[in-house]
């Protein structure tokens, strides 16, 4: 449904448009003109705002329904025992709790009984909420009368109900306790009944309670309405409080107590930048009640009331998004989500970015199911504002066969950046013509395959790494990976990680065995040896390419180039429409000092011609100049090729997607939103990727449908092992299990990227990440998990499998401490002279000890720690210390000693 506008409202409800732009001003809307449109929560609100109107009928009240939380369901928290809503009482289908038909001046007289009240803070049918608005300022607050033929119980005595006290011109419970613009006097905080002395005050900023545990302290929504504080203690929502805690608070107090008649000046205004001035008084007021009478709505959660979510209402929030986006978009007051959240264990402010846990924290106490808006989908949404796409479709008519784009992989030393060389040598496109060849990141070869001249491109970055890297940020480059390995060395581990990385990525691969040329070359071996790995020559019935080479020689390398092709053949269908505006990737990008951002890109579709406005990742502009691998000045390039493109204001980075927009604002705008988002995405914390906990919860949500696997270990006994028996896990058919790679030795950096990328979890089977790949890990959200017995991986996977995991305790890394000498003792073993390098070292903290990342000796104690001759309970990093790990004498220079906690896991 189109969102209304402005005047269509206006029409609605009976009024110009001008009073509805006027209304929504002091609403703290910010509205352009007449014909802008209005979200529904604000036409909700403008709907309650102008009661006398037309448009204020049965329909207020059912667009309140997203406010209204569960009878019984939630309300069961605060009020025990107490029924649910009854709609036969009032002889109607009462609207629910939370509904403001309910709310509104007589409209429901019948009402008055409705269980509604029996839910603290819920709206009390009768109130008189008009009386408020035409008493003025003076009035007592909306929820604070009850009718006196009420015959509706009160809410449970000590459920918080702020709105339940007679406070003349009290300002509103939700505030926003941490503006800087708040006077620290002017601002109660919800308190549940009167009391005779001065009435405790929002804190200041910076007189947090709470660290003081004096704050409310984490406990859940709901509950709060049993925890009533004390007449003089710090209220909010009544958490635990022990007396004597609160100082925090008293310093807040300054401003004295609630002066009566005095107009609670800091009010709503400016706590989050909108309104405030004295001159607004009257209207602020108003807006105040309005305020308070939206929140009347819903349930009251920690003394503030919030709308409610049914369990099933989705919220979209982009990455880094803050409470007062998510305030925006159910309609709440974002002071109130901070009070919520506060009471949720978590302290943040309106405007701070947050992280995916949070929201679904809170999310999950309002009813909302929250979704995090991937970076992919964040980008689709930026595009869309401006009518572009990065997949276009294409006519079939138009799609014309476009040259595979191939990386080289293989390990280390066996020859991938020769064999790069040779080939560009061999082949460049009109190298010949004497221009010098570039290394600009990216080059076309030309190959003849059965008489037909056909164009290959290279990306000149060998290794997984930086292919991983590309796909890492959303680039899928490559369509063939070329795996080298050399004949007089065999498959090394890094040969089976890249053929891991290119079969994650489902790119085919073609292996070239190189350095034939050498005397001890033996490529009958790399087949046999790659045949265990699933890659099975043809000419042993498989279906993969082998091809001979040498980069030295360069012999086998028009093959190698024939056998790229015929793979694309067989197994791709390389075709893109060269008559449209392109759409690429960038390869490689540097600032030259006198070209300025000087990026190579590779043309995926259509073709990027001089001229051009565009935008690359974050970086824009128009394509001034560009060059091909030999220099050589080039004014088109259709798909596959790669050139390098002058003209950018900045540099992008490698696997920015590049888009050619009609004009050079929609590339500066699109650039621009995207720094923004990037900016937000920055803020927020670390990125949460799946964990085995979590799932069987991704699986239900159909967010999964394989539970990605990396496996790595200290022999390759145990891996395969391993491997063996988690595939032998018999689980039904929704789920499946996959090993996308598997290997001996630490976990790298390499792994955790592939992680990353493939949304895996990391198994370490008595192997430990080396210090980058725990970083980038932690930073990344990737789950790794560490074992040194086989039988406890395949239970938990199979519990995670079907569900059934339940982790209560997790590991927590402490420090790390380099063994630098040994010192032999006959009364207490050997004592290891360490260097701590991260963390702290504590006595009697749980130990392992690592050698070349391998785990050496595990479930070992620190039993004695010293410094020089002292016995201590700590050493922290960057001081040495003497480690003693009891009766664990293996112990060399070189090893390293990690400590680490046993922790109970919290449970999401
Ligand atoms: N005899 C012979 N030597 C080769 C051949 N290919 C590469 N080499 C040599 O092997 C060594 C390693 O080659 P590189 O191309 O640097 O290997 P790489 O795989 O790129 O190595 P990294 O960049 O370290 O990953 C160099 O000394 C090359 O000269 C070949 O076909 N025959």
Do not use: W
Not at 140 to 158: L, W
Not at 376 to 399: A, C, G, H, T, Y
Not at 737 to 760: C, K, P, Y
């Amino acid at each position: 449904m189109a969102k209304p506008r402005v005047h269509e409202v206006a029409k609605q409800l009976g009024v110009t448009s001008k009073q509805v732009l006027e209304k929504l001003k002091e609403m703290g809307e910010f509205v352009k003109g007449p014909s802008s449109s209005l979200e529904p929560p604000v036409v909700r609100k403008l709907k309650a705002a102008f009661p006398q109107s037309k448009g204020d009928g049965a329909g207020s009240g059912a667009k309140g329904a997203h406010g209204a939380a569960q009878p019984g369901a939630r309300g069961g928290r605060g009020v025990a025992g107490r029924p649910g809503p009854r709609p036969g009482q009032t002889g109607r289908p009462g609207p629910r709790p939370g509904q403001r038909q309910s709310t509104r001046p007589g409209s429901r007289p019948g009402q008055t009984a409705h269980p509604s009240d029996a839910r603290p803070g819920a709206p009390k049918p009768g109130q008189q909420r008009p009386a408020a608005s035409a008493t003025g300022e003076s009035a007592p607050r909306p929820a604070q009368q009850r009718p006196e033929g009420s015959t509706t119980p009160r809410p449970v005595p000590h459920a918080p109900t702020p709105n339940a006290i007679p406070r003349p011109r009290g300002p509103r419970p939700a505030n926003n306790p941490f503006s800087p613009k708040q006077h620290a006097g002017a601002r109660p905080v919800p308190h549940p009944r009167p009391h005779p002395g001065p009435r405790p005050h929002a804190p200041r900023p910076g007189s947090f309670g709470a660290r003081r545990g004096g704050f409310g302290g984490p406990h859940r929504v709901g509950q709060g309405g049993g925890a009533r504080p004390r007449p003089g203690q710090p209220g909010f929502g009544g958490g635990p409080h022990r007396p004597g805690q609160g100082g925090g608070f008293r310093g807040g107090f300054g401003g004295g107590p609630h002066r009566p008649g005095g107009r609670g000046r800091g009010g709503t205004a400016g706590a989050f930048g909108r309104g405030g001035g004295r001159n607004r008084k009257s209207r602020k007021s108003k807006r105040m009640k309005r305020q308070e009478f939206e929140q009347m709505e819903a349930p009251t959660l920690g003394g503030v009331k919030v709308p409610r979510g049914n369990g099933e209402t989705v919220v979209r929030l982009r990455r880094g998004a803050s409470l007062t986006d998510f305030a925006d978009k159910i309609g709440a007051n974002p002071a109130s989500l901070v009070t919520v959240l506060f009471h949720l264990g978590e302290m943040a402010t309106a405007t701070e970015s947050l992280d995916e846990d949070t929201f679904q924290l809170l999310g999950a106490e309002l009813g909302f199911k929250i979704q995090i808006v991937s970076p992919e989908d964040e980008d689709k949404e930026i595009l869309e504002q401006f009518d572009v796409s990065f997949d276009v479709e294409d006519d079939p008519d138009d799609l014309v066969a476009r040259p595979p784009v191939v990386t080289v992989m293989g390990h280390v030393d066996h020859g991938k950046t020769r064999l790069l060389d040779a080939i560009r040598h061999t082949k460049v496109v009109a190298g010949e013509a004497g221009g010098i060849t570039q290394h600009i990141g990216a080059y076309q070869v030309e190959a003849d395959l059965e008489g037909e001249k056909r164009a290959i491109t290279f990306i000149d970055t060998p290794g997984h790494e930086a292919f991983t890297a590309m796909r890492a940020r959303g680039a899928q480059v490559t369509d063939i990976a070329v795996l080298v390995v050399a004949a007089d060395d065999g498959v090394m581990p890094q040969t089976i990680e890249a053929l891991n990385h290119a079969r994650a990525a489902e790119v085919p691969i073609v292996v070239a065995v190189n350095k034939v040329d050498k005397p001890e070359a033996n490529p009958a071996k790399i087949r046999q040896q790659l045949t265990e790995f699933g890659l099975v020559a043809e000419e042993y019935g498989g279906d993969t390419m082998f091809v001979d080479v040498s980069a030295k020689t360069g012999l086998g390398i028009d093959k190698l180039l024939d056998a790229i092709l015929l793979t694309a053949d067989a197994d791709l269908d390389l075709v893109a429409n060269p008559d449209r505006e392109a759409r690429g990737v960038a390869i490689e990008a540097n600032l030259d000092r006198g070209r300025g951002a000087v990026a190579t890109v590779l043309v995926q579709n259509g073709t990027l011609r001089v001229g051009d406005a565009i935008v690359a990742g974050t970086a824009y502009g128009r394509v001034r100049a560009m060059f091909d691998e030999n220099g050589e000045s080039v004014e088109a390039a259709g798909p596959s090729r790669p050139v390098q493109v002058l003209g950018l204001t900045s540099v992008p980075r490698a696997g920015d997607n590049i888009l050619v927009t009609e004009d050079d604002r929609t590339a500066r705008q699109i650039a621009e939103k995207r720094e923004a988002a990037q900016r937000n995405a920055m803020l927020a914390k670390t990125r949460k990727r799946i964990s085995l906990e979590d799932f069987t919860k991704a699986l239900e949500e159909g967010k999964v449908e394989t539970l990605n696997l990396i496996i790595k270990g200290d022999v390759a006994g145990a891996v395969e092992a391993l491997e063996e028996s988690l595939l032998k896990i018999e689980v039904d058919d929704s789920v499946q299990l996959r090993i996308i790679h598997r290997g001996v030795g630490a976990i790298t950096e390499s792994d955790v990227s592939l992680a990353t990328v493939d949304n895996a979890i990391v198994i370490g089977f008595n192997v430990r990440p080396d210090g980058k790949a725990r970083e980038a890990a932690h930073k990344e959200g990737v789950d790794i998990r560490f074992y040194s017995v086989i039988y406890d991986a395949i239970d938990d996977i199979e519990n995670a499998l079907r569900g059934l995991l339940k982790p209560e305790y997790e590991e927590v890394h402490t420090g790390t401490a380099e063994v630098r000498e040994i010192f032999r003792s006959s009364k207490f073993g050997n004592i290891a002279g360490a260097y701590v390098q991260t963390g702290a070292v504590t006595r009697n903290s749980k130990a392992r000890v690592l050698r070349g990342g391998v785990v050496h000796g595990d479930d070992l104690t620190i039993e004695s720690l010293r410094r020089f001759k002292d016995d201590v309970t700590e050493v922290k990093a960057g001081y040495e210390c003497g480690i003693g790990l009891g009766s664990f004498n293996d112990i060399q220079v070189g090893d390293e000693i990690e400590t680490y906690e046993i922790r109970e896991k919290p449970r999401d």
